[in-house]
């Protein structure tokens, strides 16, 4: 049986149609950033060279992307349309007459569907993990750095343990099968997700011990929301329904928290000792301060230039690295249309076809690349104050 | 000097033995256990009888005697069957009839169950395999890398600086499961000039045709990163007081460059591309599986994809080393060629 074709230019048309509410919500919020730019910050100044423009429009491609994804992908990512076995890029599905824009996989299933789909996966897990390992690396590297002696000794021995190891090595380690039956990523989970919690409680009860009215409402905030998460993640026990984590979902991201968590305690420890020498942190030690008072609210927000950067260019390696996991295959169901586990799939039948290929490729490659456009970006900005 | 290294050599040992604990503790896992005895029994076999397999090979005894054993502290018991004949360790590696000694420490790097020999049969051969690979990567990577980050770096601000530093970040951007779908692509499949497959170096050796593309996939996520440091390097050396007197004395702008400010920029970079060991390790796995080139990261996968106990411990070990040697290294080096530094 033949399937219809249509040609190049059209595929093209076609894609940028699809994509139309990225388009329309790219233009208003670029449209609002050039007009308010001078009262924006640091924001508005990213406006200022291409390579910053590049690099929002990038991101923000790839959010947007990710939001209307159920409205831009034409196929279920998962359906398979067994005609469509291999198609072309360019085919025409008979039975509802809409095109496969990238042709389909050896499956049968749309490659653009997948791709946008795959941006959610993505999306979602790569910025969350960059912030508890940011939250992790913080709550430890700021005693060690501040203190300095036997706390920072014993804990720039536990992050360069888990640095010497090859990530692909801990990966092959703390993602498999099997230790889903053992408590292993629940007690790492357990602990990781403590963090925030605690930095959060820590952060407000420094500043605000004397004003218990307000204290309290914080507190009891933190406490809820968090706990809330808290429960929901680690013990898939969230009273109303709404936040759930399937099992091999918070394997791996617990293993991506605890793979990326000592490289920002290396940086955040390399600033905290930066910093400390300065007069407003002498100054804030002679007022009698409270150590944590200092490191959180003295030193933390002086740290904030370089701490921008590293999240960018980290939420670029930590998609690089859900990437290895997926092209191992380790973790994410075989059928899940992220990217790394597209590219393994078509990277082993590339003599044979070529298209399912490249998508997958060109996403995570471009997603990558306007973080690190935006990295660079702002450390410009930020060297420029 | 000497008392640095030793301190550092103390850290770095006592670093090995805590990640080997770690290690053995994750592959000795029960699930893992399981899969390692239906692995050499059979799919079927029934819960008794991969419990006593367990037994009799010494998987039930206590953890760290266990891990004595394969340190070499704590003699091994030989393997005994039904009729009390001394069996060869998995049916394959030979054992003497009494307890001995067999660990690390002895040398002895255990039997690899996936391969049906010895781990150091299987293992040296992988890494020198690995070592031709990693020798090709560094020598293109290498000099590529510091030619990009000097010319971007001499004059800052230009257009050349510019456009490099934009190539230099989308090479950062790019890993090699990409980079590698991406030049398959374009140079097996549509130009056809390399092979797309680097299995036959494995057999018939090393060929321009079938190692160009591993190669060239490894090198490139490394160059810009050593790229954009020796360029950050660069730039500030030209700043200094020493290279406008070289200037204003009428010494040509080359000259300069290569007379004064070569020396210094190549300081911090040589660090960076020590620490860049740990990385293409975790390249070398990706290129060698997607290329199919049998070296230590192929087998380190298979070793780890069949849990492997033995060789898996073995390539964790290796890798360990490479990496604490290459920050050892890197820490000298570094003191070395900057005399301002001064080790304490």
């Given at each position: 049986m033949g399937v219809e074709y249509v040609g190049g230019f059209q595929v093209l048309l076609g894609v940028v149609a699809r994509f139309w509410p990225v388009w329309l919500a790219l233009a208003i919020v670029l449209g609002l950033s050039f007009a308010f730019k001078p009262k924006l910050g640091l924001y508005g100044h990213l406006f200022d060279t291409g390579v910053g423009i590049a690099g929002v429009t990038i991101c923000l491609f790839w959010m947007f992307t990710a939001i209307f994804a159920q409205t831009i992908s034409p196929f279920n990512p998962l359906a398979q349309i067994f005609v469509m076995k291999d198609a072309l890029p360019g085919a025409i599905e008979p039975s509802t007459g809409k095109v496969f824009l990238f042709g389909g996989d050896r499956l049968a299933r749309d490659i653009f569907s997948r791709m946008v789909y795959g941006s959610q996966i993505v999306l979602i897990i790569a910025p969350a993990a960059t912030l508890f390992a940011l939250m992790v690396g913080t709550t430890l590297g700021l005693p060690a750095g501040y203190y300095g002696g036997r706390i920072d000794t014993v804990l720039s021995f536990l992050a360069n343990l888990v640095l010497a190891f090859p990530v692909i090595l801990l990966f092959y380690l703390l993602v498999t099968?099997?230790?889903?039956?053992?408590?292993i990523p629940y007690a790492m989970a357990g602990v990781f997700f403590l963090f925030p919690i605690i930095f959060f409680c820590t952060l407000f009860y420094t500043r605000y011990k004397h004003r218990t009215g307000l204290l309290a409402i914080q507190i009891g905030l933190t406490l809820l929301i968090g706990g809330w998460i808290y429960f929901g993640l680690v013990?898939?026990?969230?009273p109303l329904g709404i936040i759930s984590i399937r099992p091999n979902e918070l394997n791996i991201f617990v293993a991506v928290v605890f793979a990326s968590s000592p490289g920002v305690f290396r940086i955040v420890r390399g600033l905290v000792m930066d910093i400390k020498t300065r007069d407003y942190v002498a100054a804030a030690q002679t007022r009698g301060e409270n150590p944590w008072y200092i490191m959180l609210w003295e030193v933390l927000p002086n740290a904030r230039g370089p701490l921008i950067v590293d999240v960018c260019l980290r939420i670029g390696y930590t998609t690089i690295l859900l990437g290895t996991l997926g092209y191992f295959g380790l973790g994410l169901a075989p059928e899940s249309p992220d990217w790394g586990t597209a590219i393994k799939e078509s990277s082993r039948l590339l003599r044979a076809?070529?298209?399912?290929?490249?998508p997958p490729v060109i996403a995570l490659m471009s997603f990558v690349l306007g973080l690190n456009l935006l990295a660079d970006a702002l450390r410009e900005q930020s060297l420029k104050d | 000097m000497i008392g640095f290294i030793g301190r550092r050599l103390g850290t770095m040992v006592l670093t090995m033995l805590c990640l080997t604990l770690v290690v053995f503790f994750m592959v000795n896992l029960e699930p893992n256990l399981r899969k390692l005895a239906i692995s050499q029994l059979d799919m079927r076999s029934s819960d008794e009888h991969i419990e006593s397999w367990l037994v009799r090979n010494g998987y039930r005894d206590n953890f760290f005697i266990r891990y004595g054993r394969w340190l070499g502290v704590v003699p091994i018991e030989p393997v005994v069957d039904e009729s009390g004949r001394v069996q060869a360790r998995f049916g394959v590696c030979p054992q003497p009839a009494e307890p001995y000694y067999g660990g690390i420490l002895q040398g002895n790097f255990g039997c690899s169950t996936k391969f049906n020999t010895t781990v150091a049969n299987k293992l040296f051969p992988a890494l020198g395999a690995t070592g031709i690979l990693m020798f090709w990567v560094m020598a293109v990577m290498v000099p590529v890398a510091l030619l990009i980050g000097v010319l971007a770096g001499m004059r800052e601000g230009t257009r050349t600086d510019r456009g490099l530093s934009v190539a230099s970040i989308t090479t950062t951007a790019t890993p090699e499961y990409v980079s590698g779908v991406i030049f398959t692509v374009i140079f097996a499949s549509w130009l056809g000039i390399f092979n797309g497959s680097a299995a036959s170096a494995t057999r018939e050796g090393v060929t321009f045709y079938n190692f160009t593309l591993p190669v060239m996939t490894m090198a490139i996520y490394g160059i810009g990163y050593i790229a954009r440091m020796t360029r950050a390097s660069m730039v500030e050396v030209m700043t200094q007081q020493y290279i406008r007197t070289a200037r204003l004395k009428g010494l040509a702008f080359n000259a300069v460059v290569i007379k004064h400010a070569l020396r210094n920029a190549l300081i911090a970079p040589f660090t960076v591309i020590m620490l860049q060991f740990p990385w293409l390790l975790t390249g070398v796995v990706i290129v060698e599986v997607m290329f199919r080139y049998q070296g230590f990261g192929y087998t380190l996968v298979e070793a780890a994809g069949n849990n492997d106990i033995d060789l898996l411990l073995a390539c964790s070990l290796v890798s360990v080393f490479v990496v604490l040697t290459t920050q050892l290294i890197s820490d000298v080096g570094y003191a070395y060629l900057n005399p301002r530094i001064r080790v304490s």
């Open positions: 099968p099997g230790i889903m039956d053992t408590p013990f898939n026990a969230d076809f070529v298209h399912p290929a490249l | -």
